[in-house]
T-cell receptor
């Protein structure tokens, strides 16, 4: 079945360091791929998405490219800030005739120190 | 602005109680979802609804039921709460148009503790 695997955390970085959070997926068909972010005490917010192969999603300095050949959607940011400390979830869409839900990875906690 | 509102942020209930978690969205979305979030397990789909009075089981429906009498409201019901249902519950909604790329919007979550 469809599934998402993302790197386990926590990831601890200093401010201005380069960030990569790996995400790979298993899916039938052509799902859309998403990164969501959850700040402490809050619900999830969409960070970026890509709906077809080779698409690049980007937002707030974060980027991820939909790679069908490697079934990956790695999240990257060139220079992290303390305010980026959060839990990051990779997800893919699961579409059936009843509608679309998301399948999530287990989440990766990012902690950025100044 | 997009808004998914969960009625209670924090609840403490006793084992065996019937628990209602309410969720309202103001975006006229067709789809609504209930997930639970647990450390090390990520988010798991309990139920979703794609129309009024319609529902579909997710990955972990056991011990839960749902109700969608109006388009904007989706309720999660724990018929007889148990301690293993202590968790963070997240409601979400999305529109139907477009095959699979529509954004799903989340509420802030409801922390349920069953004692």
């Amino acid at each position: 079945g469809n599934s998402v695997t993302q790197m386990e955390g926590p990831v601890t970085l200093s401010e201005e360091a380069f960030l990569t959070i790996n995400c790979t997926y298993t899916a039938t068909g052509y799902p859309s791929l998403f990164w969501y972010v959850q700040y402490p005490g809050e619900g999830l917010q969409l960070l970026l998405k890509a709906t077809k192969a080779d698409d690049k999603g980007s937002n707030k300095g974060f980027e991820a490219t939909y790679r069908k050949e490697t079934t990956s959607f790695h999240l990257e940011k060139g220079s992290v800030q303390v305010s980026d400390s959060a839990v990051y979830f990779c997800a893919l869409s699961r579409f059936n005739q009843a509608g679309t839900a998301l399948i999530f990875g287990k989440g990766t906690t990012l902690s950025v120190s100044s | 602005d997009v808004k998914v509102t969960q009625s209670s942020r924090y609840l403490v209930k006793r084992t065996g109680e019937k628990v209602f978690l309410e969720c309202v969205q103001d975006m006229d979305h067709e789809n609504m979802f209930w997930y639970r979030q647990d450390p090390g397990l990520g988010l798991r789909l309990i139920y979703f609804s794609y129309d009024v009075k319609m529902k579909e089981k997710g990955d972990i429906p056991e011990g839960y039921s749902v109700s969608r009498e109006k388009k904007e409201r989706f309720s999660l019901i724990l018929e007889s709460a148990s301690t293993n249902q202590t968790s963070m519950y997240l409601c979400a909604s999305s529109s139907t148009g477009g095959r699979s790329g529509n954004t799903i919007y989340f509420g802030e979550g409801s922390w349920l503790t069953v004692v």
